[in-house]
């Protein structure tokens, strides 16, 4: 199981940004993704989950509204749309995958990636977002 982020930059507070996960090396459509952030100084969290198995997504309050997580099935990748980005926004964005496990939600699904990933030492390098004017 592979994924590799990307499409960080430096956005001005409003501003938009579309990152990318390409995964590999596993059966796509069988697999939950997770969009995660770690703040200068902060904890790790999770901030969007998407199930490629049943299309169910889940969001955080604070991204609510302004974030869209998409899959592009052709291409392998997941999406993290960011729109109406604030500077506590900043952070490095990663993603991560692990199978879809059956009646659990969304929300909880992202909490065992991030467990499984923290457990084993997986994230990748992640991918820098700044918001600043």
């Known amino acids: 199981v592979q994924v590799v982020e990307s499409g960080g930059g430096l956005v001005q507070p409003g501003g938009s940004l579309r990152l990318s996960c390409a995964a590999s090396?596993?059966?796509?459509?069988?697999?939950?993704i997770g969009w995660f952030r770690q703040a200068p100084g902060k904890e790790r969290e999770g901030i969007s989950c998407?199930?490629?198995?049943?299309?169910?997504?889940y969001y955080v309050d604070s991204v609510k509204g302004r974030f869209t997580i998409s899959s592009d099935y052709a291409k392998n990748t997941v999406y993290l749309q960011m729109n109406s980005l604030k500077p506590e926004d900043t952070a490095v964005y990663y993603c991560?995958?692990?199978?879809?496990?059956?009646?659990?939600?969304?929300?909880?699904?992202?909490?065992?990636?991030?467990?499984?990933?923290?457990?084993?030492?997986?994230w990748g390098k992640g991918t820098l977002v700044t918001v600043s004017s």
């Open positions: 090396g596993f059966r796509f459509a069988d697999y939950d």
């Open positions: 998407l199930s490629n198995s049943d299309g169910s997504t």
């Open positions: 991560a995958a692990d199978i879809h496990r059956m009646g659990i939600p969304t929300a909880q699904a992202m909490g065992v990636i991030q467990s499984i990933y923290e457990g084993m030492h997986k």
